[in-house]
């Protein structure tokens, strides 16, 4: 049975080579990031197993990739990226890697509430441009923080916000419980947070989730952080309630479209911190994420 790697980038590349073990599933890397989902055909070329960093694969495309059987998502949101049910019912089964980079997210979305908070790429910008702007930051320490979900990012975003003297409120789909963590409903959540931060899968019962009324619900005033999902949330009443300062200011690593185009309104509202998915992006992260992808691939193969 054969793997491709599809997009792997250079450091992918060379951790997926050194973690590789004698006997393991002759999988052959593609060092290209940038393919289109036209070329998987040919760059699969009758392979079973592709591994994948988030390309996307059209279910059409799917269909003329003879041979494929089983797709290795580099990450949990790969109903981004294509229809898993779909894929199934053309024999192609989707596996997902979870848990690989619950720190790395959480340590970027504490980054971005911080950075929101203390409007530090507002004035980085400003400074730049030969401008001394000094701007009122919002202080963290004694403030609440709603999360949206909990799960394993959440729980480490919930460490890190309360060593840092942070009140920690969430809401999750089923009970949960955790230590220095209130719980309560999605509601209370919205209404009493100073800060609001997604940690929600991307399906069908949260695409949308956070509707105008929602955010309208939270504080004004309140700091909304987003690594999840960017379809979690209405993006046009998010980019209003920035405008009105409903939103102080809004922390994001995900988009509807990415590359975010240079032209979108987000890049045009000053009360916005911008990162280009890459919450998920550390050394450490991406040596348990290909290590993860190897032992899917094992377990294939074993069947």
């Known amino acids: 049975m054969r793997g491709v790697f599809v997009d792997a ?10 973690l ?4 393991d599933p002759k999988v ?9 989902p036209e070329q998987y055909p040919a760059i699969l070329d009758g392979a079973e197993i592709a591994i994948v960093d988030h390309t996307a694969l059209p279910t059409e495309v799917a269909r ?35 848990g690989y980079g619950d720190t790395a997210v959480a340590e970027s979305a504490i ?15 400003e400074m730049r441009a030969g401008n001394w702007l000094r701007e009122d930051g919002m202080q963290l320490t004694g ?23 942070m009140k920690v409120i969430a809401w999750n789909r089923s009970p949960k419980s955790h230590a220095s963590v209130e719980f309560t409903d999605l509601d209370s959540v919205l209404a009493r947070s100073d800060v609001v931060s997604l940690h929600l899968l991307l399906n069908d019962e949260t695409r949308g989730m956070i509707t105008r009324e929602k955010i309208f619900a939270m504080k004004r005033g309140v700091i909304l952080v987003n690594t999840a999902r960017a379809a979690i949330v209405d993006e046009a009443a998010m980019i209003e309630a920035l405008k009105s300062g409903h939103i102080r200011h809004a922390g994001l690593d995900v988009f509807n479209t990415e590359p975010l185009p240079a032209d979108h309104p ?15 992006r550390t050394p450490e992260a ?13 377990r294939i193969v074993k069947g």
């Not at 980054?111 to 910008?125: E, K, N, T, Y």
């Not at 000053?270 to 280009?276: E, H, R």
Request: aromatic share 4%; proline share 3%.
């Open 9 to 18: 980038n250079e450091s992918l590349a060379v951790i997926m080579e050194r």
């Open 20 to 23: 590789e073990k004698p006997g």
């Open 28 to 36: 052959r890397i593609n060092r290209d990031p940038d393919i289109t």
């Open 64 to 98: 003329k990739c003879t041979g494929l059987k089983h797709v290795v998502f580099l990450g949990t949101g790969a109903r981004s990226y294509m229809n898993p049910e779909e894929l199934s019912q053309l024999g192609i089964s989707v596996h997902l890697i979870k």
């Open 111 to 125: 980054a971005l509430m911080w950075a929101s908070a203390r409007v530090i790429a507002m004035m980085d910008r």
């Open 143 to 165: 403030k609440t923080l709603g999360l949206i979900g909990f799960g394993g990012i959440a729980a480490e975003v919930a460490r890190i916000a309360s060593g840092s003297g």
């Open 266 to 280: 987000l890049t045009k509202i000053p009360n916005v911190t911008l990162s280009a998915h890459s919450a998920f």
């Open 286 to 298: 991406s040596e348990n994420l290909i290590e993860a992808a190897l032992v899917h691939c094992r």
